[in-house]
């Protein structure tokens, strides 16, 4: 099966700095990548996804970048808030429409 | 619409009992997956169900079993609980359909503890 790793496991910034959160993924057929926010005793809410035909995506402060020869892809969130403070999961979906997880990044920011 | 609906909330139980966690999906998805989440750990794939057939499942032992009904939803089920099974059980609806909009949504989740 698929085989997901995301580092940092902690990440405190400073409000307004940037932040960066990197995954990698063992499966080359893997071709969809979601990440989720989850906020606490909530449930996991997707807040960007990219496919394996499109290099970068981008939504306002948040961004995603995938590369497929190295297999990993990453969060990219700019001009932090305290709201954007939560857990935040990377996941791959395999060629059988399986998902599989990181193991979350725990995003701190202090105002 | 509704979202992703999981009952119940939550359970307390003793080792050795059994569980029975439930789920409707989005009006409209015919793909439903079960995921276990331990505190402080990425959710972990258990089974993933498309048109009332097995997709797939993940490395979980045969205590955990599930199945979907005709109407989309699913049911999870554990036998003789361990104190390990102690998670958040996630369920995730999407389309099912391979490479075209696949979004999982989940549900709140059904809080697990085993004593």
């Known amino acids: 099966g698929e085989n997901v790793e995301q580092h940092p496991s902690t990440l405190s910034v400073q409000e307004g700095d940037s932040a960066v959160i990197k995954c990698t993924y063992s499966?080359?057929?893997?071709?969809?990548f979601p990440w989720y926010k989850q906020e606490l005793g909530k449930r996991p809410q997707l807040i960007i996804d990219i496919r394996s035909n499109v290099g970068e995506k981008k939504d306002q402060r948040i961004a995603v970048t995938l590369n497929k020869t190295a297999k990993h892809f990453s969060l990219h969130i700019t001009e932090t808030q305290p709201e954007d403070s939560a857990v935040y999961f990377c996941?791959?979906?395999?060629?059988?429409?399986?998902?599989?997880f990181g193991t979350g990044t725990s995003l701190t920011v202090i105002p | 619409d509704a979202g992703v609906t999981q009952s119940p909330t939550h359970l307390i139980k003793t080792r050795g009992q059994h569980v029975t966690l439930r789920c409707s999906p989005i009006?409209?998805?015919?793909?439903v997956s079960w995921y276990q989440q331990v505190l402080g750990q990425g959710p972990q794939f258990i089974f993933q169900?498309?048109?009332?057939?097995?997709?797939g499942r993940g490395n979980f032992p045969d205590r955990f079993s599930a199945r979907q009904f005709p109407n989309y939803s699913s049911e999870l089920n554990v036998n003789a609980l361990l104190l390990g099974d102690s998670a958040l059980y996630l369920c995730?609806?999407?389309?099912?359909?391979?490479?075209?909009?696949?979004?999982?949504?989940f549900g709140a989740g059904t809080r697990l503890s085993v004593l």
């Open positions: 499966d080359s057929a893997s071709n969809y």
């Open positions: 995730a609806s999407s389309s099912g359909l391979a490479g075209v909009e696949n979004i999982q949504y």
């Open positions: 009006s409209g998805h015919k793909s």
């Open positions: 996941a791959a979906e395999n060629t059988g429409n399986q998902f599989y």
């Open positions: 169900y498309y048109e009332k057939e097995e997709r």
